[in-house]
């Protein structure tokens, strides 16, 4: 299982961003996927998740309204639309995904909000 992040970087506050996590080396589209982050010196939050199917979708109380979780299965990709970013949103962002019990993650990419 492989799952490699994309698409993060410096933007100011009220942009927006859209991050990519592209798997391999199983069914991704039998899978839920999530996206989490965790900021310096803080633990790792769940940020959003999404069905297999993308039928089903959740957010963290902190995002909603303002990220968007959605997956392409041809690709085997999901994605993370932030909008309306606040500094707040500042941290490392990783895709993962529970396989045969294992839960694998990708090495995540950076995202910091700053003026």
């Known amino acids: 299982v492989q799952l490699v992040e994309s698409g993060g970087g410096l933007v100011q506050p009220g942009g927006s961003l859209r991050l990519s996590c592209t798997a391999s080396?199983?069914?991704?589209?039998?899978?839920?996927m999530t996206w989490c982050r965790q900021a310096p010196g803080k633990e790792r939050e769940l940020v959003a998740a999404i069905s297999s199917t993308g039928g089903s979708r959740n957010y963290a109380d902190s995002v909603k309204g303002r990220f968007t979780i959605s997956r392409d299965n041809a690709k085997n990709t999901v994605y993370l639309e932030m909008n309306s970013l606040k500094p707040e949103d500042t941290a490392a962002y990783y895709c993962?995904?529970?396989?045969?019990?294992?839960?694998?993650w990708g090495p995540g990419t950076q995202v910091t909000v700053s003026s």
């Open positions: 993962n995904t529970l396989y045969r019990s294992t839960r694998y």
């Open positions: 080396g199983f069914t991704f589209r039998s899978y839920a």
